[in-house]
């Protein structure tokens, strides 16, 4: 699954340390995030939403058919 989360973390100037402390995960989870070897349960998910204030489809992308 493809995502937006490095864009929009850069984006606010936060760190991958920063952006794991506000989402109550490690620094690893945002790192596996990013770069695709991990996707979010639906909870987190929710809460990367809520934080950057966005829709869940507005972060994660649909890989491509």
Avoid: H
Wanted: with cysteine.
């Amino acid at each position: 699954m493809n995502n937006r989360l490095r864009e929009l973390r850069d984006a606010r100037g936060w760190s991958q340390a920063e952006l794991a402390q506000r989402l109550e995960v490690s620094r690893q989870t945002v790192n596996a995030l990013e770069t695709g070897k991990y996707d979010p349960s639906l909870p987190l998910a929710f809460r990367i939403a809520r934080l950057f204030a966005c829709r869940i489809e507005d972060v994660f992308l649909p890989d491509a058919a």
